[in-house]
């Protein structure tokens, strides 16, 4: 694209001259503000509109400077392109006037009063100070033009195979937010910077970031008992292509994202992957009552799902849901995506309630929705990891039948359900959870090598894996809605006390709780997927919707890692024994003595008949690793009781050997352990076993 511009340069000539400023037509497939030599090219699109102003402000002024309107030749279709010689980015900011129908019963709200931001902005001021609210005009943002002089050197992608990655959920501000992270940038990219040698010293391969293009944290923020409460995941987009600029650790006066690329240069370096938590359900608009920011105001029957009525479909449960499956929205989803993959270098993208992606535009499901499928097949995304959350707030839930065309993946809500389940040791949980380990073949078959299945038991979205074991009941008060708010259907057990206590009894049995549930997600057969903190017992106090606590709530406590550095050393040697044994991960050959690649064993080897009452299964893998037979053995006991269980038979030359048990205080053994037969495998714990040669 340089290259054209700069072949371009000798055929920009100004043709005339508005409000003082040299102009001419533009380039009109370029969407967005770019800048090229000599001056800058705007291009807006919409299909209705009558007229459009472009509006130049100084920094931090709400009145423009400079309004120049678009000559009617300089629209081509629906679009407008106009080039504006003499600009220098540094000295001024963006917004548009757009002009046409206004007649809310059809769906038009064109009103020229009103000022847009630019949908294509790849920088956004406006509420740059984290917390600070925005003054002046009812909608504050303005664009700014990015130099895109970001040096990524030889960089290369990291395409981590999906059997080999191990995704670590983090808030950018909860991550390091509290002065016990010990970090000099906290709640920045900056801050995560700080944190690699703690995300290398755990390893996992891959950061999902919660929600980090532009969103205006304090629309709709609220004082309750004296905190205040804000929109603190970002679950409401006011900008798709902006990074967030309160998430930078200083101003970037336009080069917005250099902090954010510095910090995924550097996880590449390191051989970390970064996936983002992209919103492209809904927008920061709202519904009826909602501000005009950008979408309503220059095509609101285009971008928005609106009912007969001309009233917005609520598919989000976020005030309105947006048009994802017209061509004109897939166009700047697509465009959008591809910006972030070529100048961001992203590796993956988990699609927030992505169900609605697949809505039409009457809001019913699609058999084959266009914008997946295009997704799918795209060239630029072609090495990107493709995550949808399948279901949507509207009711439409796919897990297991997410249109993938081979390509997506899907948060398992299916395997964290059944894994609570029979980890706190239902009745008649056994059989579902055997299948969920084993990689839910009933939801997968035939798809992506067996790895479309992100498995995880707790997400930013619900309890911390230490409240799992904590609350059986939410405790959302600190909200506001009199603990209405949040999932009462948690599956959650707090190990005979409700909340804190001093009785180390409980606190050990949740300790092992926790170390049951880690060891289950990352032996299970698929992608594993978990929360940060939990591998430290970080707790949200049993809050499982802290969507609006901008405080401790929300924020991860770095001294329970000291303190529970036990667990974290746990998860840490989990990780490792993942990456060490081929089998848990992927289908390699056979091994020498004759064992299927995944078997399930009641309390007697090779007896799968498991019974309603049955609280106990064996899990075995076999193969190889490094052309040596690898077979791992797996004792899950979720009864309250201790069982005695026997070993499948080997050959007189090799042996089992325990390395785990989650019983013990110190679960990972320091020195594994032979067992020549069977083993007493403790109430509610898991043991590990591996084979080996009985004379090495």
């Given at each position: 694209?340089?290259?054209?511009?700069?072949?371009?340069?000798?055929?920009?000539?100004?043709?005339?001259?508005?409000?003082?400023?040299?102009?001419?037509?533009?380039?009109?497939?370029?969407?967005?503000?770019?800048?090229?030599?000599?001056?800058?090219?705007?291009?807006?699109?919409?299909?209705?509109?009558?007229?459009?102003?472009?509006?130049?402000?100084?920094?931090?002024?709400?009145?423009?400077?400079?309004?120049?309107?678009?000559?009617?030749?300089?629209?081509?279709?629906?679009?407008?392109?106009?080039?504006?010689?003499?600009?220098?980015?540094?000295?001024?900011?963006?917004?548009?006037?757009?002009?046409?129908?206004?007649?809310?019963?059809?769906?038009?709200?064109?009103?020229?009063?009103?000022?847009?931001?630019?949908?294509?902005?790849?920088?956004?001021?406006?509420?740059?100070?984290?917390?600070?609210?925005?003054?002046?005009?009812?909608?504050?943002?303005?664009?700014?033009?990015?130099?895109?002089?970001?040096?990524?050197?030889?960089?290369?992608?990291?395409?981590?195979?999906?059997?080999?990655?191990?995704?670590?959920?983090?808030?950018?501000?909860?991550?390091?937010?509290?002065?016990?992270?010990?970090?000099?940038?906290?709640?920045?990219?900056?801050?995560?910077?700080?944190?690699?040698?703690?995300?290398?010293?755990?390893?996992?391969?891959?950061?999902?970031?919660?929600?980090?293009?532009?969103?205006?944290?304090?629309?709709?923020?609220?004082?309750?008992?004296?905190?205040?409460?804000?929109?603190?995941?970002?679950?409401?987009?006011?900008?798709?292509?902006?990074?967030?600029?309160?998430?930078?650790?200083?101003?970037?006066?336009?080069?917005?994202?250099?902090?954010?690329?510095?910090?995924?240069?550097?996880?590449?370096?390191?051989?970390?992957?970064?996936?983002?938590?992209?919103?492209?359900?809904?927008?920061?608009?709202?519904?009826?009552?909602?501000?005009?920011?950008?979408?309503?105001?220059?095509?609101?029957?285009?971008?928005?799902?609106?009912?007969?009525?001309?009233?917005?479909?609520?598919?989000?449960?976020?005030?309105?849901?947006?048009?994802?499956?017209?061509?004109?929205?897939?166009?700047?989803?697509?465009?959008?995506?591809?910006?972030?993959?070529?100048?961001?270098?992203?590796?993956?993208?988990?699609?927030?309630?992505?169900?609605?992606?697949?809505?039409?535009?009457?809001?019913?499901?699609?058999?084959?929705?266009?914008?997946?499928?295009?997704?799918?097949?795209?060239?630029?995304?072609?090495?990107?990891?493709?995550?949808?959350?399948?279901?949507?707030?509207?009711?439409?839930?796919?897990?297991?039948?997410?249109?993938?065309?081979?390509?997506?993946?899907?948060?398992?809500?299916?395997?964290?359900?059944?894994?609570?389940?029979?980890?706190?040791?239902?009745?008649?949980?056994?059989?579902?959870?055997?299948?969920?380990?084993?990689?839910?073949?009933?939801?997968?078959?035939?798809?992506?090598?067996?790895?479309?299945?992100?498995?995880?038991?707790?997400?930013?979205?619900?309890?911390?894996?230490?409240?799992l074991y904590a609350y059986n009941y939410k405790h959302n008060e600190a909200n506001g809605w009199n603990n209405t708010d949040g999932s009462n259907d948690n599956a959650s057990w707090n190990c005979g006390m409700e909340g804190d206590t001093d009785d180390q009894n409980v606190m050990r049995l949740r300790m092992r709780m926790i170390k049951n549930a880690a060891a289950v997600l990352l032996l299970s057969r698929g992608v594993p997927m978990f929360l940060a903190g939990d591998e430290f017992g970080n707790t949200q106090f049993g809050n499982n919707n802290p969507y609006c606590q901008d405080n401790i709530i929300s924020w991860l406590d770095w001294n329970l890692c000291k303190k529970n550095n036990n667990l974290f050393q746990f998860f840490k040697y989990l990780i490792a024994f993942r990456k060490e044994h081929d089998p848990i991960r992927r289908h390699t050959p056979s091994c020498s003595l004759g064992f299927?690649?995944?078997?399930?064993?009641?309390?007697?080897?090779?007896?799968?008949?498991?019974?309603?009452?049955?609280?106990?299964?064996?899990?075995?893998?076999?193969?190889?690793?490094?052309?040596?037979?690898?077979?791992?053995?797996?004792?899950?006991?979720?009864?309250?009781?201790?069982?005695?269980?026997?070993?499948?038979?080997?050959?007189?030359?090799?042996?089992?050997?325990?390395?785990?048990?989650?019983?013990?205080?110190?679960?990972?053994?320091?020195?594994?352990?032979?067992?020549?037969?069977?083993?007493?495998?403790?109430?509610?714990?898991?043991?590990?076993?591996?084979?080996?040669?009985?004379?090495?």
């Amino acid at each position: 694209m340089k290259r054209v511009l700069e072949e371009s340069r000798f055929h920009l000539i100004p043709l005339g001259e508005i409000s003082g400023f040299k102009v001419r037509p533009g380039l009109y497939e370029i969407n967005g503000a770019t800048a090229i030599p000599g001056g800058v090219n705007f291009t807006i699109h919409s299909n209705q509109a009558t007229g459009c102003e472009l509006l130049l402000f100084h920094r931090k002024e709400h009145e423009p400077y400079a309004v120049l309107p678009f000559p009617e030749n300089y629209r081509i279709g629906n679009v407008f392109s106009m080039i504006v010689f003499g600009l220098q980015i540094e000295e001024f900011e963006y917004a548009y006037r757009v002009d046409g129908p206004y007649c809310p019963k059809k769906g038009l709200l064109f009103d020229k009063k009103n000022i847009l931001l630019d949908p294509y902005a790849k920088a956004v001021t406006g509420q740059s100070t984290w917390g600070k609210k925005a003054l002046g005009n009812e909608n504050p943002y303005h664009a700014r033009v990015v130099k895109d002089d970001f040096d990524w050197q030889d960089a290369r992608p990291l395409l981590t195979p999906l059997e080999d990655t191990v995704i670590y959920e983090m808030h950018v501000r909860g991550f390091t937010q509290d002065a016990s992270s010990g970090v000099n940038c906290p709640g920045t990219f900056a801050g995560i910077i700080e944190k690699i040698p703690y995300l290398l010293d755990l390893g996992v391969t891959a950061i999902e970031l919660m929600p980090i293009f532009e969103f205006d944290e304090t629309r709709e923020s609220r004082e309750f008992e004296g905190n205040c409460l804000l929109n603190y995941w970002g679950y409401s987009t006011v900008s798709f292509f902006a990074p967030n600029t309160s998430y930078a650790s200083g101003i970037e006066y336009n080069q917005e994202g250099n902090e954010l690329k510095n910090l995924i240069k550097i996880l590449h370096e390191n051989g970390l992957e970064v996936y983002l938590d992209v919103v492209f359900n809904h927008t920061a608009e709202g519904n009826e009552s909602g501000p005009v920011i950008s979408f309503k105001g220059l095509d609101n029957q285009i971008y928005y799902i609106l009912t007969p009525d001309n009233y917005y479909y609520n598919f989000s449960g976020c005030g309105n849901t947006l048009n994802c499956n017209h061509p004109i929205v897939q166009q700047m989803i697509l465009e959008c995506l591809r910006y972030w993959v070529i100048n961001y270098r992203i590796d993956g993208f988990r699609f927030d309630l992505a169900s609605i992606l697949g809505r039409n535009e009457d809001g019913s499901p699609m058999s084959k929705p266009p914008l997946l499928q295009s997704l799918a097949f795209d060239p630029i995304l072609g090495n990107v990891k493709l995550i949808a959350e399948a279901w949507d707030a509207g009711g439409l839930y796919q897990v297991g039948n997410f249109p993938s065309w081979n390509r997506w993946l899907e948060w398992n809500g299916k395997y964290r359900d059944d894994m609570r389940m029979f980890l706190k040791g239902d009745s008649g949980r056994t059989n579902a959870a055997i299948t969920r380990i084993f990689g839910s073949a009933d939801l997968y078959e035939g798809r992506t090598g067996g790895n479309s299945s992100v498995n995880f038991i707790t997400c930013h979205d619900g309890f911390t894996l230490y409240d799992l074991y904590a609350y059986n009941y939410k405790h959302n008060e600190a909200n506001g809605w009199n603990n209405t708010d949040g999932s009462n259907d948690n599956a959650s057990w707090n190990c005979g006390m409700e909340g804190d206590t001093d009785d180390q009894n409980v606190m050990r049995l949740r300790m092992r709780m926790i170390k049951n549930a880690a060891a289950v997600l990352l032996l299970s057969r698929g992608v594993p997927m978990f929360l940060a903190g939990d591998e430290f017992g970080n707790t949200q106090f049993g809050n499982n919707n802290p969507y609006c606590q901008d405080n401790i709530i929300s924020w991860l406590d770095w001294n329970l890692c000291k303190k529970n550095n036990n667990l974290f050393q746990f998860f840490k040697y989990l990780i490792a024994f993942r990456k060490e044994h081929d089998p848990i991960r992927r289908h390699t050959p056979s091994c020498s003595l004759g064992f299927p690649e995944m078997s399930a064993h009641d309390v007697n080897p090779w007896d799968s008949d498991f019974k309603e009452d049955s609280h106990y299964v064996g899990i075995m893998y076999a193969g190889r690793t490094k052309e040596m037979d690898d077979c791992i053995y797996v004792a899950i006991n979720t009864y309250w009781e201790k069982l005695y269980v026997k070993l499948p038979s080997l050959p007189l030359n090799m042996s089992w050997y325990q390395v785990v048990d989650t019983f013990e205080e110190e679960s990972v053994m320091q020195e594994p352990i032979r067992i020549d037969e069977g083993v007493e495998v403790k109430e509610r714990s898991v043991m590990i076993f591996k084979i080996g040669n009985l004379y090495e």
